[in-house]
């Protein structure tokens, strides 16, 4: 709906049309409120890793920052629907890392407000959208709007107001998601510095009420920093400029806002009317009193927010909008890492990267005497103090000079050969962080990954390869890999500060064969995906790295086809890329009152122009119903259950089998038609079931823990006649997490082409033909008396059955015991090593299957290369019919 329908150019016709809006004139050219269509769509939809919009949103533009708020039909990160702003960045310059906010009366995430109606409009020097919903007596009203003379600022305006009767308000919040450090929050309060927290957040459990009282602070201004790894750099202001409590005849209260920040969100909220005396910082007075509180008849609560948009990832670029005190200058010679500021109490100011000759400016707050700065880079950081005494206050800058930072050693890479390069620090160095962003951010006094943190540099083998990295002074040994079937070799390398050294070092060779096999990892992220800082070309990099041959791309909830930059980088006849999706419910809905969990589907069709990429609904939708969309679509995709267990998870909801979808728990022990499993076999009117699902990922990066709990899931569904082939992949979302560890060995037809390459591998899954590996390989066959053979995923029978297993390994990935599973319990134990031939008789008068599993126990060699993981592969079952 419009509130204008008078076209750009057109001439002013509401002089006399005084009920209208304010008119647009041709000056106004620049402001843009629409709906996005095929052919608006490349001008007003931003680009960049988390830009989801597509046609049917709503756009928003004053010709420099472009804003999508998503249609009211199009699901947005925790609902079940739309209304939510979803994109944000610069008009062109590909920078949206943006994900999403959500409005939270009594900060509820499961009873958020549906929105009814969306429309858009325009004033005399701006464009807005405006969605409107209503729930138990508060109708609930978002404004976002773009101005000519705010060229870099969105406004939101959130209004919450009692229409009748219903659920009592007491508190009133905004949830801004950046879920894994997609985005770096730098919280800050501008009036009193002794609230702000900078980069140390807490870690915050939100089942836990004094943790959130703990972490509640007051604050108005956070700072979210963009990955500083991606090609276009940005940087979210958000300040929250008021919170109003209104009458119906405009008396106004302002309210005390407070702030939560966590590695994977923030909140802005406020309580809904000023408590009795109490403290600035809300505790469990303020909230007991909370608990009578709620706005009359006609009464309403304001959120005003303003989102200030720079294209970099310094924090001063936002705070020097704020701050009113002297400018600093100087340089870092040579120039590297970032500047961390603070008053001399030690109150956290704001952040500065310098330019790329070491040259730094940064405002500091009026009032500040002494500033106090940190440098944080590869090597040593050092501390400063400055006085910004009266002169420099008078003439509104103190310049501190050229600074002595410290020389990090540049080690030239080898070329023209993929490998993944691992520096481990020895006689008392510690291991390096490659790819810091130098934010000194860390949650409960740990340092958090920012995603591209790590010892190790990935090399293709082309020209896009890194050159060089950047390390300390110190003793390290270098380890030289290319995945799990080849040799590792390793060098010594001591280098001081400031020096160029070359690195040495001989390339990993082929040691281990696998005919008829490829090496698949069916669960992998970048940052496409909302919780991912991973730049596409060093996820391509770092997979090429292992060695690995078939990468399936499953973003967070859309599908994102990256073959073209496969090609683009050389690598098209390296990695065969499958475009999938990673279906991830974050909404508590009727019909999954505990979401629907985690699931991959793989291969899809890729529509750039459609919302998040061409995905289906998917919140609030059962199983049963995602996996026929994907019959329907994609007859020929894979539908895989990811992850069904985890253990201390932020989400409880991301574990299906904790849960299957309707808040009861899958208990193994139990038959499927127990009370607890029987939700797994209700089926839809097309026959499917939950449990119907083709792939079951059994282990799931370096858990064993949890690998051994799935295993029993598994080994429960197979005994009562499912058959989900068992999966292993890294579901790796960051560069310390391996890509392709542990991988799928698929016996498959070798394909002329990708496209037969594809098929043969599609068939090869779903046929059960499988081992799952973190670097040990196996070969599994039954043979009965009859000559007749029996692999991985086949039938057999007889009266005398040989299980035959060959054991291998390259000589770094250490295996000893190898374990035979019959129908779930454990049949034969046996010691084993690489190169092991193990046949065993089986008993031929009974049913059920055969799983295979070789183990063994990391050295240092295999913890350097594969940190935190144990060796490890397991074979799918191998189906056995007895007499009878």
């Known amino acids: 709906m419009m509130d204008t329908t008078m076209t750009r150019g057109a001439a002013c016709l509401c002089l006399t049309m005084t009920l209208l809006l304010p008119c647009l004139t041709l000056a106004d050219t620049a402001l843009r409120a629409e709906q996005l269509t095929l052919d608006n769509w490349a001008v007003l939809r931003p680009q960049g890793p988390d830009a989801i919009a597509g046609i049917g949103d709503w756009a928003l533009s004053n010709g420099h920052l472009c804003a999508v708020i998503s249609d009211l039909d199009h699901e947005s990160g925790m609902t079940a629907w739309g209304g939510v702003l979803v994109d944000l960045g610069h008009c062109g310059a590909g920078n949206d890392q943006w994900l999403m906010s959500h409005l939270l009366p009594n900060m509820d995430t499961e009873s958020l407000t549906r929105p009814h109606s969306l429309r858009t409009g325009f004033g005399a020097a701006s464009a807005f959208v405006v969605v409107q919903g209503q729930q138990q007596g508060l109708r609930l009203e978002s404004r976002y709007q773009l101005e000519l003379d705010r060229r870099d600022t969105l406004t939101v305006v959130h209004t919450v107001t009692r229409v009748g009767p219903g659920t009592e308000l007491n508190t009133l919040a905004t949830m801004f998601l950046h879920p894994s450090r997609s985005l770096t929050p730098y919280a800050l309060n501008t009036a009193q510095r002794e609230y702000s927290l900078g980069f140390d957040w807490l870690q915050v459990d939100r089942s836990d009420e004094q943790v959130m009282l703990r972490a509640m602070q007051p604050g108005d201004l956070t700072v979210f920093m963009g990955a500083e790894a991606l090609d276009a750099p940005v940087s979210y202001g958000v300040k929250l400029d008021s919170i109003t409590r209104r009458t119906p005849a405009e008396d106004e209260q302002v309210i005390e806002a407070f702030t939560i920040t966590d590695s994977d969100y923030s909140v802005f909220g406020g309580l809904a009317e000023v408590p009795l005396a109490g403290s600035r910082k809300p505790g469990i007075w303020e909230f007991l009193q909370s608990r009578w509180m709620d706005l009359a008849q006609g009464e309403s609560l304001e959120m005003r927010f303003s989102i200030l948009v720079k294209p970099d990832t310094s924090v001063a670029h936002i705070t020097d909008e704020y701050y009113q005190g002297a400018v600093i200058t100087g340089q870092i010679q040579p120039a590297n890492g970032r500047l961390l500021l603070s008053d001399a109490q030690g109150h956290p100011l704001t952040t500065v990267t310098p330019a790329a000759d070491g040259r730094f400016r940064v405002r500091v707050p009026q009032d500040v005497s002494e500033v106090v700065a940190r440098h944080v880079t590869v090597g040593h950081g050092r501390e400063y103090r400055w006085r910004v005494d009266a002169a420099a206050l008078d003439s509104g800058e103190l310049e501190v000079g050229v600074l002595s930072g410290s020389s990090a050693a540049r080690v030239q890479l080898p070329t023209g050969y993929a490998m993944r390069l691992t520096f481990k620090g020895v006689e008392g160095t510690p291991d390096p962080s490659i790819g810091d962003d130098f934010s000194g951010a860390n949650s409960a006094g740990e340092t958090w990954d920012n995603g591209v943190q790590t010892n190790s540099v990935s090399l293709a083998g082309t020209a896009g390869d890194p050159a060089e990295v950047l390390l300390p002074a110190g003793a390290y040994q270098v380890y030289a890999s290319r995945g799990l079937e080849f040799s590792v070799t390793t060098t010594e390398l001591t280098v001081g500060e400031g020096d160029t050294t070359k690195l040495v070092i001989a390339w990993p060779l082929r040691v281990l064969d696998t005919p008829g096999q490829v090496s ?150 139990q038959a499927m038609t127990a009370q607890s499993n029987v939700a797994l076999l209700e089926p839809n009117e097309a026959g499917l079931r939950d449990a119907d699902f083709d792939l079951l990922e059994v282990l799931n990066g370096t858990d064993m823990e949890l690998y051994r709990l799935v295993r029993e899931d598994w080994f429960s569904l197979l005994r009562q006649g499912l058959r989900p082939v068992g999966t292993a992949n890294s ?57 007749e053979v029996a692999t991985l995923g086949d039938t057999i029978s007889g009266q005398t059955l040989s299980l035959q297993v060959a054991v291998d390994a390259a000589d770094w990935i250490p295996v000893d015991t190898l374990v035979v599973y019959l129908n779930g319990g454990v049949f034969r134990t046996v010691p084993v090593q690489a190169g092991d031939r193990v046949d065993l008789a089986l008993p031929g008068d009974i049913s059920g299957f055969v799983v295979v599993e070789v183990t063994g126990t990391p050295d240092a060699t295999y913890r350097a290369v594969l940190p935190d993981f144990t060796p490890l592969a397991f074979s799918n079952p191998i189906w056995l019919v007895g007499d009878g």
């Not at 997979?543 to 690598?571: C, K, P, Q, W």
């Not at 529509?607 to 059962?622: A, C, D, K, M």
């Not at 496209?755 to 670097?775: E, K, P, W, Y």
């Open 731 to 787: 579901d790796s979302h960051k560069s310390a997490a391996l890509v392709a560890v542990p991988t799928n060995y698929v016996s498959m037809e070798m394909g002329t082409s990708a496209l037969a390459t594809q098929a043969s591998m599609l068939a090869g899954l779903r046929a059960g033909r499988v081992v799952g590996s973190n670097g040990p390989q196996l070969a599994v066959l039954i043979e009965n008396e009859q000559g």
């Open 520 to 669: 698949a990892d069916l669960h992998v992220h970048s940052a496409i995906s909302f919780d991912s800082a991973m730049p596409l070309p060093e996820r391509i990099r770092s997979f090429a790295a292992m060695g690995a041959e078939i990468l399936v791309a499953t973003e967070h909830n859309r599908i994102y086809d990256y073959s073209d930059l496969v090609a683009d980088m050389g690598l098209a006849d390296q990695i065969t890329l499958l475009t999938g999706v990673e279906f991830t419910g974050m909404a508590y809905t009727e019909a999954t009152p505990s979401t629907n969990g985690h699931s991959n589907v793989f291969p899809l069709r890729y529509q750039p122009r459609e919302f998040s990429g061409g995905l289906p609904r998917h919140e609030g939708v059962r199983l049963r119903d995602l996996m026929q969309w994907t019959r329907e679509q994609s007859p020929d995709a894979l539908f895989q259950l990811n992850h069904p267990r985890v253990k201390n998870a932020p989400d409880p909801g991301l574990a299906y089998f904790d849960h299957l979808g309707v808040g009861q728990a899958f208990d193994p022990e």
